[in-house]
């Protein structure tokens, strides 16, 4: 199976940056899309930024212009630079990562989600 493991939370001051990744494991044969997701306390998950194959991103309005998605291809992993963060950015970060596996001599797709990481904004 395709396993996710997210790292780099913590807490932060506001201003200032954080640096999520997320790191895939297992019989991956191809990596389609890898994406953070975002709850807070009391709220649903949203997205926050998702990266495909050829580099296209997307993010959240509410992010733009202060964070920036990225991946480094051969070590299956997905980065979340954070920067310029605010108090409203605090929740449980997730990664998703959809795309193809192989085991047995067959290929299928997958869907993963990491456990979670949490990011604080405070002074």
């Known amino acids: 199976q395709v396993q996710l493991v997210e790292s780099g939370g913590g807490l932060v001051q506001p201003g200032g940056s954080l640096r999520l990744s997320c790191a895939a494991s297992g019989s991956i044969f191809s990596i389609n899309d890898m994406s953070w997701y975002r709850q807070a306390p009391g709220k649903q998950r949203e997205l926050v930024a998702s990266?495909?194959?050829?580099?296209?991103?997307n993010y959240a309005h509410f992010v733009k212009g202060r964070f920036t998605i990225s991946t480094n291809n051969a070590k299956n992993t997905v980065y979340l630079q954070m920067n310029s963060l605010k108090p409203e950015d605090t929740a449980v970060y997730f990664c998703?990562?959809?795309?193809?596996?192989?085991?047995?001599?067959?290929?299928?797709?997958?869907?993963?989600w990491g456990q979670g990481i949490q990011v604080t904004v405070s002074s």
């Open positions: 990266i495909i194959s050829g580099g296209n991103t």
């Open positions: 998703n990562t959809y795309g193809r596996q192989q085991d047995w001599g067959r290929e299928r797709s997958f869907n993963s």
